[in-house]
């Protein structure tokens, strides 16, 4: 059974950082495109960042500022969230893809964790 979980989220002031990891388990996904997206009150989920081997995406909005990377190791994807605005305040997801190729629409990942709830005060 595939199991994504996030972690690391929290209260942070409008200039700071977060890191947060996604720990997958059930099976690797070294070959999968993975991807954070984030949910604000009211707003439709979006894509944040995601990434393949040996590639990376980002949105407008976040691009300069995080960095999506992983640690095959310990099967966990990590999202560094650096120069937090409060715009970013959102629950943040992480979602796998049964393909290499990734896409921004949240509906074609295959696998999501619960979230984890990341609120920037300004």
């Known amino acids: 059974q595939v199991q994504l979980v996030e972690s690391g989220g929290g209260l942070v002031q409008a200039g700071g950082s977060l890191r947060l990891s996604c720990a997958a388990s059930?099976?690797?996904?070294?070959?999968?495109?993975i991807s954070w997206f984030r949910q604000a009150p009211g707003k439709e989920r979006e894509f944040v960042a995601a990434m393949i081997p040996a590639s990376s995406y980002y949105a407008d909005s976040v691009k300069g500022r995080f960095t999506i990377y992983r640690d095959n190791a310990k099967n966990t994807v990590y999202l560094q969230m650096n120069s937090l605005k409060s715009e970013d305040t959102a629950v943040y997801y992480c979602?796998?893809?049964?393909?290499?190729?990734?896409?921004?629409?949240?509906?074609?990942?295959?696998?999501w964790g619960q979230g984890t709830q990341v609120t920037v005060s300004s």
């Open positions: 979602a796998v893809r049964n393909s290499i190729v990734p896409v921004r629409s949240p509906g074609e990942y295959d696998y």
């Open positions: 059930g099976r690797t996904f070294s070959r999968n495109a």
